[in-house]
């Protein structure tokens, strides 16, 4: 669906009940976004706690998939650590990379 704005995407609609949907592409929001295109992808035990309806935070509608491996396509004004065409791990742990703790 290349240029057309949209996405396919796993959308949650409970548990059990997920389904492929054609979705808007994600944009930056905040300067310290980026919009990285997935390469490979897998599930992991959060997504099968998430399908079988033990995380209440996520509700009907959420796109699932917080792990993979792609190319960044575009980054917020505010990424010094990333540029576009970067290969990038996608971690479900997150952190800024500049803090000592990171």
Known sequence: MADSGKM???????????TWESVPRPKIDKPTDAVVK?????ICGTDLHILKGDVPAV???????HEGVGVVEEVGNGVSNFKVGDR??????????KCEYC
């Open 88 to 97: 990038v791990l996608i971690s479900c742990i997150t952190s800024c990379g």
């Open 8 to 18: 396919m995407a796993m959308v949650y609609h409970g548990p059990g009940k997920k």
């Open 59 to 65: 509700t009907d509608g959420r796109i699932l998939g």
């Open 38 to 42: 997935l390469v490979k992808t897998t």
